[in-house]
C-alpha cells in the first residue's frame, strides 16, 4: 500500500483528542511514524478497524485544539501549519509525492480553519495572493475518487480549482484547492421548510432548488464525457441489478431491527428489483454518490459549486467503486429533503427526537405541513432535473415517471443512511427509518 516509503518506519506511542476524523473518541496508543521532510512525520495507526494516516508538523504556531503527541513530541496536525505547506510545495518533503497543477509560491500565511463539523480537517491559507484550502483526509481507503473527480472538473464551473496533490505512496494524503467563498445553500431550504411548517408561509428556496439540480445535471453531463479509466461511463446490465439488490440486503442485514420492519423493508428491498431492471440498457456513470445541500456552496455571484467528492463514507470497501445511473444521485438529494422536513419539524415544535418519529404515523397538523412542504421540493428538484437532463442521463419524459424511476434508490439511500448513523450517530438511525417508513416526504415512489 505504501510502497517504497515502508522502509524507514518506527513505532511510536502517539495521542490525539477526539475530534470528527477521529472516529471512537480518544487515541492514546502505538502508531507506525515515518519522518516524511524536516520536522514533518507521519503517523499511521488503526483504530475501531479503520486504518488513519496523520501528517504532523513540529510548528510553535499549531492553533488551539490541533496539537498532538508522537513520542516525546509535541506536534501538530499538519494541514493547519503553513511550515508543512512550505515544506511541501519547496520540493523538500521525499517521503510525499506531490502531484502540481497549478504553481504556489510565496510564504503560506494560516488564516482560519474551516468546517469544523466536517469528517477531515481543512484549513484557509493565502498563497501568492490567493486564498487556498488545504483538505487531508484521515482515512486510508482503498478507493478515494475526490482527488480525481477535482482534477477532472477543474475550470469546468461545478467545482473548484484543483493546485496539487499529496501522496504518501498510492493513496492520497490531501488536495490543495481554490477557495469558493460562499454559504451552504440547505440553510436557505432549512429555513424555508421551517417558515412553512410554523404556518408562516413558503420561503425563498425555489429558486436554490431548482439551481442545485440543474448543476446537478451539468455534473452528470460532465461524467457522461469522462473517458478516463477511473469515470468512464458503461451500460447496466443485469449483473447490476443483482449488485443493487445485494447491497440492500447488506445494510438490511446489520440493522437492529424488529421484526415486523425487517420483514416490512425486506420485501421493499425485494419490490425494487423490477424497477431497477428498468435501468438495464441505460447509461451508468461516475455519480457523485454522496450527493446532498451541504456537499454545495452558493457562492457570492449566484452559482453554485460542488466542494466535495469523497463519496459516501459509510460505504463498503467492495462496492464503494461502482457505476450507477444518474439519477441515484437525484435519490440522495431527495433523500436530504427528507432529513430537512424531520429536523425543521422537530424545531417548529420543540419536540424531541422520539416524539418526532412517533409523531409521523399520526398525522398532526405540524407533520402533515412538513409533509406537504417536501412533497413540493422534492417534486420541484426532480422537475428541474427533468428539464436539464438529457436522455442518456435520465430514461424519461415525465416527472411522475422520474419519481417511480427513483423509488427503489431512494429505498436504497435510506437504508445507506441507517446503516451509517448506527456506525457513526446512532441516536439518528431512527430518523433514517421513519422518515423512510411514514413517507416524509410522501412521495408516489414510496
Known sequence: MLGAFSRGWVDAEVEFKAKRWLRGGDYHGRAAVVNVCDHVLVAVFTLGGETYAVPLVEDPLCPE?????????????????????????????????????SELRGPAEFLKVLGEGATNPHALFRLSG???????????????PEPSFLRYLSGKGVSPRLYAVYHLGDRPLGVLMEFVEGVDPGSIVYSDALSY?????????????????????EFHKLMMDCR??????????????????GRMR???????????????????????????????GYFKLRTHQDFHFSQTLLSKN??????????????????ASELEPGLRDLATLLRAVSYISFFALREATGWSLEEAAAALPRREKPVQRAAEWG????????????RSAPRSVCPSTSADDVLELLAPWFLERALYEAYYEREYRPQLMQVALTTLLEGLPPLSCQ
Open 65 to 101: 485544539g490541533k496539537g498532538a503527541h508522537a513520542g516525546c513530541k509535541q506536534v501538530c496536525e499538519a494541514e493547519f501549519s503553513g511550515l508543512f505547506i512550505e515544506e511541501l510545495l519547496s520540493g523538500r518533503c521525499p517521503g510525499l509525492s506531490l502531484d502540481t497543477l
Open 130 to 144: 490567493d486564498k487556498v484550502v488545504i483538505k487531508g483526509y484521515r482515512l486510508l481507503r482503498g478507493w478515494n
Open 197 to 217: 411548517i410554523r404556518g408562516e408561509g413558503a420561503g425563498d428556496s425555489r429558486e436554490v432548488l431548482d439551481l442545485t439540480s440543474r448543476t446537478l445535471v
Open 228 to 245: 478516463e479509466s477511473w469515470c468512464a461511463p458503461g451500460t447496466v446490465t443485469v449483473g447490476d441489478v443483482e449488485k443493487w439488490v
Open 250 to 280: 447488506f445494510y438490511l442485514s446489520n440493522l437492529p431491527l424488529e421484526p415486523g420492519v425487517a420483514e416490512r423493508l425486506g420485501k421493499m428491498v425485494e419490490h425494487s428489483r423490477e424497477k431497477l431492471e428498468a435501468f438495464v
Open 302 to 319: 449566484g452559482g453554485l459549486v460542488i466542494v466535495d467528492f469523497e463519496g459516501e463514507p459509510a460505504r463498503p470497501s467492495w462496492c
Open 375 to 386: 412533497l413540493e421540493a422534492a417534486e420541484a428538484l426532480a422537475k428541474s432535473y427533468l
